[in-house]
């Protein structure tokens, strides 16, 4: 396959402001930005002036729309890219079925679905198994697309409506075969092991430590530079992720547009390995079930495309965090990267994709560490790198926890102690530490591959950790009762019954 050709064409590009500087670890430019409308020719002048469709495109090009919006749609909800390309993407074989290729995918979260399940208690996994590096060349791989399990969701993206969070472990590149997801944009936060994603639009380099964000209906394809590797997924169905709105912040804060990095345009020529090349594997998912076709051609052969419907990354450490500067605790809110769905209708957001990273805090005479709490949302929690400070169950990297709505959850009473007590200096947390939150409007059915499948491998709850968590709160201690006379003498100076007359005996 030549990726050279494009390659050369990319870097001869004028450099954009702020992008990443090429390097080994990430050898591509990008055009920044956030919802603006982009433009990237591999060759110069293919682009068409003035048009979108003119009768022929330069070099006989075909023109092509993805969008991925209603087609009639408020202006600020158009989002739609135009490619110049070799050959149109109809160009394939027949689509079947491929249900063997991978069965963990869920995508009905209804109780008609015997795959999932509601589940009030608090979970949590120890990492998910990185795959072994097969040890000789014959080893069968899984890549990105059999390596996605679902972990749990809501909704269903045949009504675009609601999510699915996913995890993902491979240990194999896509080598001719591409992946096109039309139920929804797929956030992907690798946790081992970078991602070097080819899309249709051109190639990005994703760490851990970055997100990336491909929409629907786009061909990518994934290849692991490093070896086995690991990360989450959370997929919205019928929604586009944006940045939230900045209200009394202003126009500077939290995720900025300009460390949002799209692709540049590449293209690949591969007609010239003859009538032997095996034919390219295209995989669509549909309503959570996968569907394949063939076709003798790369699927990588955009020569130039303009729009604003484009696949990004952006590095959690750019992350500008605000935060409380005299006293008080802020909603975790305030480090909110990315929203989706909800919003300007005044519902709730379908999610909101919040960050850990480092920070300074400095409240004074504030309980510091997360206070206890009761939310409408769901949220699940994962960790890129270090290890998180909660204490109410311990977060590996690469690992998962669970807090179904409307479920209390707080820290642990020895924390608690410790918080209430100390001397408050300013101190950072979250040093060596990245973690994420997807903070979910709705309640979450989770999947029987997460609680009692190959999943519930590294499930917390079970054997000894279940006699540890059962007791866990038993040291919780009230110490308003260690207060009783003083409440008495306050009440009795306030012309208020005192507590003996409150007993719940003297009631009846
Ligand atoms: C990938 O992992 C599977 C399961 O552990 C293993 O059987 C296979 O040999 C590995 N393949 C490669 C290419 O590393
Ligand atoms: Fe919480």
Not at 360 to 365: F, G, I, K, M, Y
């Given at each position: 396959?030549?990726?050279?050709?494009?390659?050369?064409?990319a870097?001869?590009?004028a450099?954009?402001?702020?992008?990443?500087?090429?390097?080994p670890?990430?050898p591509h430019?990008?055009q920044?930005?956030?919802?603006?409308r982009?433009?990237?020719?591999?060759?110069p002048?293919?682009?068409?002036v003035?048009?979108?469709?003119p009768q022929?495109?330069?070099?006989?090009?075909?023109?092509?729309?993805?969008n991925?919006?209603?087609v009639?749609?408020?202006r600020?909800?158009?989002?739609?890219?135009w490619?110049?390309r070799?050959?149109?993407s109809v160009?394939?074989?027949r689509v079947?079925?491929?249900?063997?290729?991978?069965?963990?995918?869920?995508s009905?979260?209804s109780?008609a679905?015997d795959?999932?399940?509601f589940?009030a208690?608090?979970e949590?996994w120890?990492p998910?198994?990185?795959?072994e590096?097969a040890?000789?060349?014959d080893?069968?791989?899984v890549?990105f697309v059999?390596?996605?399990?679902t972990?749990?969701?809501?909704?269903?993206p045949t009504?675009?409506q609601g999510?699915?969070?996913?995890?993902y472990?491979?240990n194999?590149s896509?080598t001719?075969?591409?992946?096109c997801n039309?139920d929804g944009?797929?956030?992907?936060l690798?946790?081992h092991?970078?991602l070097?994603v080819?899309?249709e639009?051109g190639?990005l380099m994703?760490?851990?430590?970055e997100?990336l964000?491909?929409?629907?209906?786009?061909?990518?394809?994934?290849l692991?530079?490093?070896?086995p590797?690991?990360?989450?997924i959370?997929?919205?169905?019928g929604?586009?992720y944006?940045?939230p709105?900045?209200g009394p912040?202003?126009s500077n804060?939290?995720?900025?547009?300009?460390?949002f990095?799209h692709?540049?345009?590449s293209f690949?020529?591969?007609?010239?390995?003859?009538?032997g090349a095996p034919?390219w594997?295209?995989?669509?998912?549909?309503?959570?079930?996968?569907?394949?076709?063939r076709?003798?051609h790369?699927?990588?052969d955009?020569?130039?495309?303009?729009g604003?419907?484009a696949p990004y990354?952006?590095a959690?450490?750019?992350?500008?965090n605000?935060a409380?500067?005299n006293h008080?605790q802020?909603?975790p809110?305030i480090?909110?990267?990315?929203?989706a769905?909800?919003?300007?209708g005044g519902?709730p957001?379908?999610?909101?994709?919040?960050?850990?990273t480092?920070k300074?805090?400095?409240?004074?005479?504030?309980?510091?560490?997360p206070?206890?709490h009761?939310?409408m949302?769901?949220?699940?929690?994962?960790?890129?790198?270090g290890r998180?400070g909660?204490?109410?169950?311990?977060?590996g990297g690469g690992g998962l926890s669970y807090?179904?709505s409307y479920?209390?959850?707080g820290?642990?009473?020895?924390?608690?102690r410790e918080?209430t007590t100390?001397?408050?200096?300013p101190e950072?947390?979250?040093?060596?530490?990245?973690?994420f939150?997807f903070?979910?409007?709705?309640p979450l059915?989770l999947?029987?591959?997460?609680?009692?499948?190959?999943?519930?491998?590294?499930r917390?709850?079970?054997?000894?950790?279940a006699?540890t968590?059962t007791h866990?709160?038993?040291d919780?201690?009230?110490?308003f009762?260690?207060?009783?006379?003083?409440?008495?003498?306050?009440?009795?100076?306030?012309?208020?019954p005192s507590?003996?007359?409150?007993s719940p005996?003297?009631?009846?």
């Amino acid at each position: 396959m030549a990726a050279s050709r494009a390659a050369a064409a990319a870097a001869a590009a004028a450099p954009a402001a702020f992008t990443t500087t090429p390097s080994p670890a990430d050898p591509h430019r990008y055009q920044t930005g956030f919802g603006n409308r982009f433009a990237s020719e591999a060759v110069p002048g293919v682009l068409p002036v003035g048009r979108n469709v003119p009768q022929r495109v330069k070099y006989g090009l075909y023109s092509e729309q993805l969008n991925g919006a209603a087609v009639v749609s408020p202006r600020d909800a158009i989002q739609h890219v135009w490619m110049y390309r070799m050959r149109p993407s109809v160009a394939h074989g027949r689509v079947s079925p491929v249900p063997g290729l991978n069965p963990h995918i869920e995508s009905c979260f209804s109780r008609a679905n015997d795959k999932v399940e509601f589940v009030a208690s608090q979970e949590a996994w120890d990492p998910f198994p990185l795959l072994e590096k097969a040890h000789d060349d014959d080893g069968a791989g899984v890549d990105f697309v059999s390596g996605i399990r679902t972990v749990g969701g809501q909704g269903d993206p045949t009504l675009r409506q609601g999510l699915a969070v996913h995890i993902y472990s491979a240990n194999a590149s896509m080598t001719r075969r591409a992946f096109c997801n039309n139920d929804g944009d797929l956030l992907v936060l690798p946790q081992h092991g970078r991602l070097h994603v080819q899309t249709e639009l051109g190639w990005l380099m994703v760490r851990p430590g970055e997100l990336l964000v491909v929409q629907a209906g786009l061909r990518f394809r994934v290849l692991l530079p490093d070896g086995p590797s690991r990360g989450y997924i959370q997929e919205v169905f019928g929604a586009h992720y944006r940045l939230p709105e900045l209200g009394p912040v202003g126009s500077n804060g939290m995720a900025l547009p300009r460390d949002f990095e799209h692709p540049m345009a590449s293209f690949d020529l591969d007609d010239g390995e003859g009538e032997g090349a095996p034919p390219w594997d295209i995989v669509y998912k549909l309503a959570g079930g996968l569907h394949s076709c063939r076709q003798a051609h790369t699927p990588f052969d955009v020569v130039a495309w303009h729009g604003n419907l484009a696949p990004y990354k952006y590095a959690l450490d750019r992350f500008v965090n605000l935060a409380n500067a005299n006293h008080d605790q802020a909603d975790p809110t305030i480090y909110c990267v990315l929203t989706a769905g909800g919003g300007g209708g005044g519902g709730p957001s379908l999610t909101d994709v919040l960050i850990f990273t480092k920070k300074w805090l400095t409240a004074e005479d504030t309980f510091r560490p997360p206070y206890y709490h009761r939310n409408m949302s769901t949220e699940v929690m994962g960790l890129i790198r270090g290890r998180y400070g909660g204490s109410s169950h311990g977060l590996g990297g690469g690992g998962l926890s669970y807090e179904a709505s409307y479920m209390p959850h707080g820290e642990a009473y020895a924390t608690w102690r410790e918080a209430t007590t100390r001397a408050l200096r300013p101190e950072t947390v979250c040093d060596d530490a990245t973690a994420f939150m997807f903070h979910i409007g709705a309640p979450l059915y989770l999947t029987r591959w997460a609680l009692r499948g190959e999943g519930a491998a590294t499930r917390h709850g079970d054997g000894e950790e279940a006699a540890t968590t059962t007791h866990k709160w038993d040291d919780v201690r009230a110490h308003f009762l260690d207060h009783l006379d003083d409440v008495d003498a306050d009440l009795r100076a306030a012309g208020l019954p005192s507590l003996v007359r409150r007993s719940p005996e003297k009631l009846n």
